[in-house]
């Protein structure tokens, strides 16, 4: 899903000085959908230009690998017309790209509380596991489902700690 940034007319030509002179890689010219996109808001701004509705910014959809070769291409000191427009564009792009990781980290996140939520069930006798409860379903007031083999509760009875997810 893409993210959308708005960007002022230096920006737009920001990108077509950094995007325009790209190399081809595996028979795609790597940027060519993000310079025509940059090539759009800067002919809109061209035909605004003058009339009493003429925008500051105008609204770009970008891709996450669009958002990479903008990290890749554009330098925090570029400056356009007099006016330094990379950093303001890294930092809308820095934006985005955080927010493509957070929406995987969350996706990741939703998939590793449910296996917790499950080993957590079992650990605590839940549904199907056997032997948790006594034969009225009660629990004794000592038994702790973080207890490790010697019956002990490392650190309390706290569950331990998680640990690092691969990336």
Known sequence: MPRYIEIT?????????????????AGAVVGQELLLKAMYVILEFEERRGTPVAPLALPVALTEEECWTLDHQVRCDLTINNKNVGRGLLLKVF?????????????????????????????DGGPGAAGADGEDGSRDANDSPWRDASGDVPGGDAPPPLAPRGK
């Open 9 to 25: 007319e230096e920006e737009a030509w920001a990108i077509d000085l950094t995007v325009r002179h790209t190399h081809a890689e």
């Open 95 to 123: 934006r985005a790209l955080t927010g493509f990781a957070s929406e995987r980290d969350a996706g990741a996140g939703v998939a590793q509380l449910a296996d917790l939520a499950l080993r957590l069930r079992e650990l």
